[in-house]
């Protein structure tokens, strides 16, 4: 079974440009997360989906940050403009659905804002 | 917000000796207690979990205690061994279901030394 696959693996931007990060979960998980992780530090929840609707979003930045997961599969981040404090790793994790708790992560997106 | 407390924030261990991480929290209306464990450039991974109808659950050498009364559960590694150089996050979830989320200890760094 493959994994939570995402792009790019690093990102080296300039402050104030634009950014954006792609995800695609195991087949067949209804829920996908994306998680903000400063070095560290725990993983910070950014905005949860239950197939391509919003059910958590309330940690995400939305002056700057977006997300859409329109199909219910794979799923876009977008940071715009960036700050120097979103030098982060972006992960993203599916999970199947209510009798799963195990949450499965990507090797996640390591951003520097220059 | 519901908080979950980590210590140590790092720790050394000799290899064969015994690796202890806590966690406590604040609510005991929690049904789930994971560890994750994360390699230096990947995403966590779930390591072990444990509901709270049972007091303890191994795993090959590692170990959740869970202490309902003291709202602590514990992990911890036995004839630690170079390879589980890492860092372990405990984390509580938060709502059932599909909508489930999980909120995320700061971490311990753990090495241990050939």
């Known amino acids: 079974e493959a994994g939570v696959a995402q792009s790019p693996r690093y990102k080296i931007i300039e402050k104030r440009q634009s950014v954006a990060f792609w995800c695609n979960p195991i087949?067949?998980?209804?829920?996908l997360y994306w998680y903000q992780q400063i070095l560290g530090q725990g993983p910070k929840l950014l905005i949860q989906?239950?197939?391509?609707?919003?059910?958590?979003d309330s940690q995400l930045p939305k002056d700057r940050f977006s997300a859409e997961r329109l199909k219910g599969v794979d799923s876009t981040l977008k940071i715009q403009p960036a700050k120097l404090e979103d030098s982060a790793v972006y992960l993203c994790?599916?999970?199947?659905?209510?009798?799963?708790?195990?949450?499965?992560f990507g090797p996640g997106t390591r951003l520097l804002v220059l | 917000q519901q908080q979950v407390k980590q210590s140590p924030q790092s720790l050394i261990v000799q290899k064969g000796g015994i690796s202890i991480i806590n966690c406590a929290y604040e609510n005991t209306a929690f049904d789930y207690f994971p560890w994750y464990q994360q390699f230096p450039g990947k995403g966590p991974a779930l390591l072990i979990a444990i509901r709270p109808d049972v007091s303890e659950k191994k795993e090959g050498r590692f170990t959740i205690s869970f202490n309902k009364s003291a709202k602590q559960f514990s992990l911890h590694i036995m004839d630690s061994q170079p390879g589980d150089s890492a860092t372990y996050f405990c984390?509580?979830?938060?709502?059932?279901?599909?909508?489930?989320?999980?909120?995320w200890g700061l971490g311990t760094s753990l090495a241990v030394n050939p």
């Open positions: 989906f239950q197939n391509n609707g919003v059910v958590d």
């Open positions: 087949s067949g998980h209804a829920t």
């Open positions: 994790a599916s999970r199947a659905g209510t009798s799963e708790e195990t949450q499965y």
């Open positions: 984390a509580l979830p938060k709502r059932p279901g599909n909508n489930r989320k999980l909120i």
